[in-house]
């Protein structure tokens, strides 16, 4: 765990396009949030970023996997976060660019909590 909040540090410390980027624990991991939205995570040493529909392709190409864990009864694959490519990781401004779009596709994925009713709203 502290090798993953580590290395999420070194990440959220290199986005200066999106700072203040914070890292919070995040199952045997670490997230990387700003403003509150987790638009990505380290975890097993692989950082993995949001995606959507219009940079998905992209992680792909550059032969990127999906999150994936071992389930119970099954593998199962989160298609919604691809890990990083190691070329990005090593260009500041190519990581800035993908962890743009990783929050932007955080914020449109993003549901609020719904509001709870007041008692005077619960009585109207």
């Known amino acids: 765990m502290k090798l993953e909040l580590a290395r999420a540090q ?5 986005l ?14 670490a997230g ?26 992209d992680y792909v190409a550059a032969g990127s996997e999906p999150f994936s864990y071992a389930g119970r009864n099954r593998d199962v694959t989160i298609q919604a976060y691809y890990e990083t490519p190691v070329d990005v990781l090593d260009d500041p401004e190519e990581l800035n660019r993908w962890a743009g779009r990783a929050y932007r596709a955080a914020v449109a994925a993003h549901k609020p909590k719904p509001r709870r009713k007041t008692k005077a709203a619960a009585r109207a």
Request: glycine share 8%.
């Open 32 to 57: 990387l949030t700003r403003h509150g939205i987790q638009f990505g995570f380290v975890i097993r040493g692989t950082v993995y970023f949001r995606t959507d529909a219009e940079s998905r392709p």
């Open 10 to 14: 070194e990440i959220a410390d290199q």
């Open 16 to 29: 200066d396009s999106l700072a203040p980027v914070a890292v919070t624990r995040f199952f045997s991991g």
